[in-house]
């Protein structure tokens, strides 16, 4: 079903005997309220990620937040590439200027690198950069080979510094994969905990804070969306997907606390 949808219209699809998600049916009664949605829990998340990906500046802002994770990939690869040579469609058949411009790569990789790991140990999120950071590690042991090859083979002066930079920032891609690990499960743990507070309002903070977001909307806004509740909660009755009681239970709460009741 969409997500920009009523909630009446989403009660008239439900499936006959399906269990209905109150979390849900309130998350999207109050679409549009992106600061009660964040005191939802995971319903008013997924609802919020969905206005957001309605929204014509998310593609922008989604460009933007891949950008630092492909950098960390098209780097060394680019450093790769020069190496490799004609295979790739780039003839550079002095092995100094190969050499030195994939040396420069991987300089300007560690260098991106260092500043993803700096952003992870000051408690950025980095969880984006897992998979590059591997990627950027192997590349840049591949290059560090090359470099060593192709030195070696041709007298390269100075090919060994170049080789350690390419093993410099492969061992901080290494770092930013694993710093990336960590920041990706401790975003999943405080969201699992934000979500399971968040709809079960274990303490009087989120309580207040939920009741503070409800409060900062309109009395007319409020009004429409208890209407539209209630709407969309006679509607699963009239279709039996509800019972009359549960149907009174649920018309008694405040909106915002619906799914709170219906789970007690």
């Known amino acids: 079903m969409k997500r920009d949808r009523s909630t009446t219209a989403w009660a008239n699809d439900l499936p006959t005997g399906a269990r209905v998600p109150w979390a849900e049916v309130e998350a999207r009664a109050f679409r549009g309220r992106p600061r009660v949605l964040a005191e939802l829990g995971g319903a008013g998340a997924f609802e919020r990620r969905g ?25 060394p690869v680019l450093a790769f590439t020069a190496l490799a040579g004609s295979d790739f469609g780039l003839v550079l058949a002095d092995s100094a200027v190969a050499i030195s411009v994939a040396g420069w790569l991987m300089v300007a990789s560690a260098v991106w690198q260092a500043v993803t790991l700096i952003r992870g140990l000051l408690g950025r999120s980095i969880a984006e950069s897992e998979v590059s ?19 070696t083979a041709d007298q390269v002066p100075g090919w060994q510094v170049w ?52 409060a900062g ?48």
Do not use: H, K, N
């Open 51 to 75: 206005e957001q990906a309605r929204s014509p500046w998310f593609l922008l802002a989604l460009v933007l937040a891949v950008l630092p994770a492909l950098a960390l990939v098209l780097l």
């Open 133 to 151: 950071g591997w990627i950027a590690a192997v590349v840049g042991v591949v290059v560090a080979v090359m470099i060593g090859a192709r030195g």
């Open 163 to 214: 080789a350690a930079v390419a093993v410099l920032a492969a061992l901080l891609g290494v770092a930013v994969a694993m710093l990336a690990r960590r920041s990706l499960r401790r975003t999943q743990g405080d969201g699992r905990r934000g979500d399971s507070a968040a709809e079960t309002l274990p303490d009087s903070d989120a309580v207040a804070r939920r009741s503070a977001a409800i």
């Open 217 to 264: 909307i309109p009395d007319e806004e409020r009004e429409r969306i208890r209407s539209e509740l209630a709407e969309a909660i006679g509607i699963l009755r009239r279709r039996g997907i509800i019972s009359p009681a549960d149907a009174q239970r649920a018309l008694e709460a405040e909106p915002g606390f619906l799914a709170q009741r219906m789970s007690s």
